[in-house]
């Protein structure tokens, strides 16, 4: 199963951005009982976690994005997004979508998609 992430790119601050991360390969019956996850990356410091969704649909969420970002999945097309609102230059970085195991284990990274937001 391949992770590819989509949606990166540059908005102004305050706007609003999707993420998409689909699941090549994985077949529909498998995909909706992945946990999947968001994490993001600035140059220089650690990958901090973003926003999770189980497989029976329970979120969490980092206090930084928390009231700003949706995570949702269809799991008709093997997607996981994530919805921005109101983006701040703090939000930039390198978004990746993963997948985790119910013990919290990451077992798979997508190659990330870069959010810049900037005036």
């Known amino acids: 199963v391949q992770l590819v992430e989509s949606g990166g790119g540059l908005v102004q601050p305050g706007g609003s951005l999707r993420l998409s991360c689909r699941a090549w390969?994985?077949?529909?019956?498998?995909?909706?009982?992945?946990?999947m996850a968001w994490y993001r990356q600035v140059p220089g410091k650690q990958r901090e976690l973003v926003a999770q969704i189980t497989a029976d649909r329970s979120t969490h969420y980092a206090d930084s994005v928390k009231g700003r970002f949706t995570i949702s999945r269809d799991n008709s097309r093997k997607t996981v997004y994530l919805q921005m609102n109101s983006l701040k230059p703090e939000d930039t970085a390198v978004y990746y979508c993963s997948q985790y195991t119910t013990d919290g284990e990451i077992i798979k990274w997508g190659e990330g998609t870069l959010v810049t937001v900037s005036s």
């Open positions: 390969q994985a077949i529909f019956s498998v995909f909706s009982a992945y946990n």
